[in-house]
């Protein structure tokens, strides 16, 4: 059974940083690319970025393109990815998933939410302007 636990959501001011982690265990995780969503209230889950299983991968939507860094530790049956976001912006507000591909060593369609098996929770970010 795969778990995903994400934390370091709060509330702050427009243009600071604010550091996201994903805590994934269960099964050999190291092995299975893993993405960062968010959900905006009255809005679809949309793509954040997403990292290979070796972290020699990443692809980045464009809103958050130059501001945003996804990475990852791999450990033997855990594996914690993290989202770096910067010059963060009021229309970053949301609930940020972190989601884990339904296949290992997979390199696909990461940005499409049907890629991915496991989702966590979420932690709300919310940025005043």
């Known amino acids: 059974q795969v778990q995903l636990v994400e934390s370091g959501g709060g509330l702050v001011q427009a243009g600071v940083s604010l550091r996201l982690s994903c805590a994934a265990s269960?099964?050999?995780?190291?092995?299975?690319?893993m993405g960062w969503f968010r959900q905006a209230p009255g809005k679809e889950r949309e793509f954040v970025a997403a990292?290979?299983?070796?972290?020699?991968?990443?692809?980045?939507a464009d809103s958050v393109k130059g501001r945003f860094t996804i990475s990852r530790a791999n450990a033997w049956n855990t594996v914690t990815i993290y989202l770096q976001m910067d010059s963060l912006k009021p229309e970053d507000t949301a609930i940020y998933y972190c989601?884990?591909?339904?296949?290992?060593?997979?390199?696909?369609?990461?940005?499409?939410?049907?890629?991915?098996?496991?989702w966590g929770q979420g932690t709300q970010v919310t940025v005043s302007s």
């Open positions: 989601a884990v591909d339904r296949q290992p060593t997979h390199w696909g369609r990461v940005g499409q939410p049907d890629y991915y098996g496991y």
């Open positions: 990292i290979s299983w070796g972290g020699g991968s990443t692809v980045y």
């Open positions: 269960g099964r050999a995780l190291s092995n299975y690319a």
